[in-house]
Structure formats: C-alpha cells, structure tokens
C-alpha cells in the first residue's frame, strides 16, 4: 500500500523568509511516501522527517511500528528532492526551515486523500528532523505557513535547541523531546532550558533525558 506523493512546496532559507517574502520564493517539488494500513477505513497518519545523514533502518524501523500500530505513515524526502544525499556538516543546503514548510505542505496535500484523518496527524524527526519536529508546533511559523491545519502531536528525538524564539508560544498539541545525556552535538542541557522557558509561560513540552546516551542513541 505505498504511493509516491508529490506536492509544491517552497525553499524559505530562515524563519525570516516564511515571514517576510514567502511569496517571492519560487515553488520547490518535493516528493514522500505514504504508506497505509492492509485494512480498510480511515487512519491518523505519522509524518516522518530524517536526520542530516537522511533515511536509516532505524527510523524506517519506527514507521513500521506505527503501520503495524494502525497509523498511516508517510516518510518525507526533502533531500532527495532537492538532489541532496546529506547535510552532515552542510547545514545551509537543506535547513529546518524549508523543511518545516515541506512538512506542512505534506499534511495540505495528504488532506486531499479521504482514507486521512489529518486532524490526527503526528510529526516525528531525528536530529535535523527532530527541530523540525520541534518547531513545527511554534505557533508563529504555524500560522504563517499552515493557518488552517496544524499537528495533533511533535516527537522530536535529539533534535538542535538552541533556537530560543522571543515569542514562547506552541500551539496545544501534546510535544514531548528524546534527548541523550552525552550528546555533544546538539546538547540536551540546551533542550532543558527550552522547557524551562516554555513552563515559564505555560506552556508544558515533555522531556525525556536518557542517561549515558549520545547523539543517534537509537540508530542501529
């Protein structure tokens, strides 16, 4: 039950292009796979989103989880669409912010699909994916990408955190973070300090910090 979608989305290098000049940014083709249940009806649907390294085992590992739990899941190859095999160490061909809008994209274009509930539509990333797991929920990117359609859920594992936005508001869908103690690379301190800020202003993202864990804790 695979299908290859292929949707417009756009190239928005920061935060700041979605806001300011969106609609100068010439469309970008991006394709991903959904993969449904062997049973008929209507599914909540799991978007994936890859590391810098792209697509593994492990995380095609997860989506076989939550096929075999009932979800749809559909994996979200910006790279490749943009002819890009990695990032590692290159963090400007491919940023979170263009992804973020792929991922939106995504849930516009998989509401066309009647077998979707996209009203029960989860996101979750590793690394790279996971700060666009993360900051999907940011209601301010929200609403000037997606006014009509958000997440139901954000998963993020080991995800970058050092981006702390002046304005702390999440929309009210449930986020909960997998962080690694030892990660030297994107620092899971940095993450509590995020739910700190965020519990400041009431707004409660759930963290889980794995003791002795390091970056990729989870890959095989």
């Keep these: ?12 290098f920061n935060f700041y292009d979605i806001f300011n000049s969106i609609d100068k940014i010439a469309n970008q083709e991006v394709f991903g796979i959904l993969t449904k249940p062997d049973t008929a009806g209507t599914f909540p649907v799991i978007i994936g989103v890859a590391g810098s390294a792209g697509w593994g085992e492990h995380h095609y590992g997860y989506l076989k989880r939550y096929l075999e739990m009932g979800f ?8 490749k669409s943009r002819n890009v095999e990695s ?5 400007l061909s491919v940023t979170i912010p263009m992804v973020i809008y792929d991922a939106f994209m995504a849930l516009n274009e998989l509401s066309n699909d009647k077998n979707i509930d996209t009203n029960r ?3 979750t990333g590793w690394s790279l994916g996971g700060g666009v ?13 997606s006014p009509n359609l958000k997440f139901a859920a954000h998963l993020p594992f080991y995800h970058p955190c050092m981006i702390m936005p002046d304005e702390l ?4 869908a449930p986020v909960h973070i997998l962080a690694g ?3 030297d690379w994107v620092p899971a301190a940095a993450c509590e300090e995020l739910v700190l800020a965020a519990k400041n202003v009431d707004h409660d993202i759930g963290i889980t910090i794995y003791p002795g864990a390091s ?3 989870d890959r095989d």
């Design 133 to 145: 797991s993360l900051f999907s929920a940011w209601t301010p990117i929200q609403e000037a990408i």
């Design 121 to 123: 539509a989860g996101i």
């Design 72 to 79: 749809a899941v559909f994996s979200l190859h910006s790279f």
């Design 1 to 12: 039950n695979q299908e290859i979608i292929i949707f417009q989305s756009k190239n928005p």
């Design 215 to 217: 970056h990729s804790f």
């Design 181 to 183: 103690e030892l990660d």
């Design 169 to 172: 508001r999440f929309t009210n």
């Design 87 to 91: 990032t590692v160490g290159d963090q």
